[in-house]
């Protein structure tokens, strides 16, 4: 992974809208955004409303919502974290097919957790909260597909905020406090709205770097779509934790 972070270079070396192979790369990476988000949707209905799943992962109250996480769930929950920090020591020279293996895993293992998502927001506020998310998804990524401003300066910035709101969470669940899990939410979606953008322009040079290894370019668009895939999944559910209506 970290070659493929190390690949980026200035955003001005090409005109991005006229090259038919980086189109091409962008819709395999869209491509398995949109899977990945599927295969997620399907691994959380699953886990939340499936009772001989959901017992295993989730504590669960006589009518039906969430009250907690067995110790299944909880390593379920934070699985993604410790195997994504892992693989930058373990993966120095990934192959695009051990990429493609990474990406699935994170893929499955968040869908698995998001079981929390069905267990304590109503249908019709997720479905609402999702559009809306694919939405703003969308316009942020072709901002970052179009635009001629590096954004470099502004990913940096954005990156040390995600430590910030990890820390910042981490306090709150002590803490406990709705307006600070508010402020959290809002700060969330912006700062994972900016890294859409920034992913996006980020990914656009990637492809000009790598001049057509078609093992980088698989590992590219691996990386690319985990990339893409949690900035959308995170937007989403600070997204749900301000707009949604819980059960």
Known sequence: MSDFKNSYTAPAT???????G???FMLGVYNKVAIGLLVSAVLAFITGSYPPVRDLMYQVTADGRLAGLTLLGMIVAFSPLVILLGSNFVMKNPTSGGASALYWLI?????????????MYTGASVVQTFLITSAAFGAL????YTTKKDLTGLGSFLIMGVIGLIIASVVNIFLQNSM???????????????LTAYDTQRLKMTYYALGGNQNAMGVATSYG?????INFINMFQFLLAIFGGRR
Do not use: P, W
């Not at 990524?141 to 970052?144: E, I």
């Not at 600070?180 to 994972?192: D, K, R």
């Not at 779509?225 to 895939?229: F, N």
């Open 14 to 20: 090409a005109d991005m809208s006229v090259d038919a």
């Open 22 to 24: 980086l189109r091409s």
């Open 107 to 119: 893929v499955a293992l968040i869908g698995a957790s998001m079981g929390t998502v069905v267990l």
């Open 141 to 144: 990524s072709l901002f970052g």
């Open 180 to 194: 600070m899990q508010l402020i959290i939410s809002v700060v969330g979606v912006l700062i994972f709205a900016g």
């Open 225 to 229: 779509a985990l990339s893409l895939y």
